[in-house]
């Protein structure tokens, strides 16, 4: 699946699955660069209004790997667009912003809310509800990629353009389409904080590919 007319053409590639993604070989490259989030079903309290849309896809969320290196002399992440991506699909709630704000929005649907767990410094959706996630992502999130070295300023320019990216929770100047999300999160981090602390600290879980 092709990603059509996107207004940012760095990001016009083909739209691949977490199937394909956590597949050996992976098709994504072990290199830096950013990549945009697209979904087939959107959780029910996001704003969709005026965001980017195609065949049926609506794009939620950008991001980069690595980061951008820090200013205060400590060591620059060597994170890669494979290991990050990989992250998101199969890794949990404590790794992936983007797995948090999505599992904290369909809670209601997949039984399992945010839980501090281990140590109780950690919090995931716990071994079943971050499952439960794959499971929802396997069948609704894509994602395409684009390698380049310096990919926060694209981020930057994308970010700065107005195109509203509800999932993109930090500096994101549309605001208004991040308030339901920030909402939400933080019901489910104040709900976590009340609740005991569990074992189960979403680790790993089956594989596919």
């Known amino acids: ?16 699955s977490r199937d394909e993604i956590l597949s050996r070989p992976s098709p994504v490259p072990s290199e830096p660069g950013i990549y945009a989030w697209f979904f ?30 820090p200013t205060n002399g400590r060591a620059a992440s060597r994170s890669t667009l494979r290991q990050r991506l990989q ?13 948090k704000s999505l599992g904290c929005l369909l809670a209601s ?15 995931t959706f716990t071994n079943p509800g971050e499952q439960a996630l794959d499971d929802w992502m396997s069948e ?7 390698p380049c070295d310096r990919p926060w300023e694209v981020e930057r320019e ?31 981090v104040a709900a976590a904080l009340a609740m005991p602390i569990v074992t189960d600290n979403g680790g790993p879980r089956r ?3």
């Open 140 to 146: 609704n999130a894509y994602v395409t990629w684009h």
């Open 87 to 99: 992250t998101h699909y199969r890794g949990n709630a404590e790794g992936s912003t983007l797995r």
């Open 40 to 69: 087939k079903r959107v959780p029910l309290l996001i704003d969709v209004t005026g965001c980017y849309s195609t065949d049926g896809m609506t794009l939620l969320y950008v991001g980069i790997s690595p980061k951008e290196p």
């Open 207 to 209: 594989r596919i590919g």
């Open 158 to 188: 994308i970010l700065a353009s107005g195109l509203p990216l509800p999932l993109n929770i930090r500096d994101n100047p549309c605001e208004a389409h991040t308030v339901l999300v920030r909402a939400a999160r933080r019901k489910a």
């Open 109 to 123: 649907e997949t039984g399992f809310p945010l839980r501090r767990v281990g140590s109780g410094q950690r919090q």
């Open 1 to 16: 699946m092709h990603v059509r007319s996107f207004p940012f053409a760095v990001l016009a590639a083909e739209l691949r």
